[in-house]
């Protein structure tokens, strides 16, 4: 089992209060960061978001890469679709992903919405159905490796 599936796995059993610890024996690294490209200092964040969508896709009704709003090097826009119906469009930084509009291709400067850390982070508080449909995906991929002899 990779590094990122486990650290998913201890976050869900952590977050639905059972206290385990979680001690990798590689370092966790992310496709989000394996697949961002480095420009100096800076990631392409238009990468980076193709690479959230391509990492969430499965738990979401509808989500990608906004082409109507101007993202550069530092700044990007998803827009998703929560299995709930609900729209979102959200802003990817270094600082990392935040609200920035409820509905596609809209940004409303007026909103303050705090930053998550991770894609899995943020749709963990906006979608209950991102977080049935991970841990369906989560059970499904353990029931495989269990079948495998792993």
Same mark, same amino acid.
Request: aromatic share 8%; net charge negative; charged share 25%.
């Given at each position: 089992m990779n590094a990122v599936?486990? /650290?998913? #796995?201890?976050? #869900?059993?952590?977050s639905n209060g059972m206290e #385990?610890?979680?001690?990798?024996e590689e370092p966790i690294v992310s496709s989000f960061d394996e697949d961002c490209v480095e420009l100096g200092d800076v990631k392409d964040m238009r990468l980076e978001a193709? @690479?959230?969508v391509n990492d969430v896709l499965?738990?979401?009704?509808?989500?990608?890469?906004?082409?109507s709003l101007n993202s550069a090097l530092d700044v990007a826009y998803i827009n998703v /679709?929560?299995?709930?119906?609900?729209?979102?469009?959200?802003e990817l930084t270094e600082a990392g992903l935040r609200v920035v509009g409820y509905a596609f291709?809209?940004?409303?400067?007026?909103?303050?919405?705090?930053?998550?850390?991770?894609?899995y982070s943020l749709l963990d508080t906006l979608s209950p159905g991102y977080? /049935?449909?991970?841990?369906? @995906?989560?059970?499904?991929?353990? /029931?495989r490796l269990k079948q495998n002899g792993r």
């Open positions: 599936w486990l /650290e998913r #796995i201890c976050n #869900i059993l952590n #385990i610890d979680c001690q990798p193709e @690479a959230v499965f738990a979401v009704t509808e989500m990608h890469v906004s082409q /679709e929560t299995r709930e119906g609900n729209r979102y469009c959200l291709d809209q940004v409303d400067e007026d909103l303050s919405n705090q930053y998550h850390e991770t894609v977080r /049935e449909a991970f841990g369906n @995906a989560l059970l499904q991929r353990l /029931e």
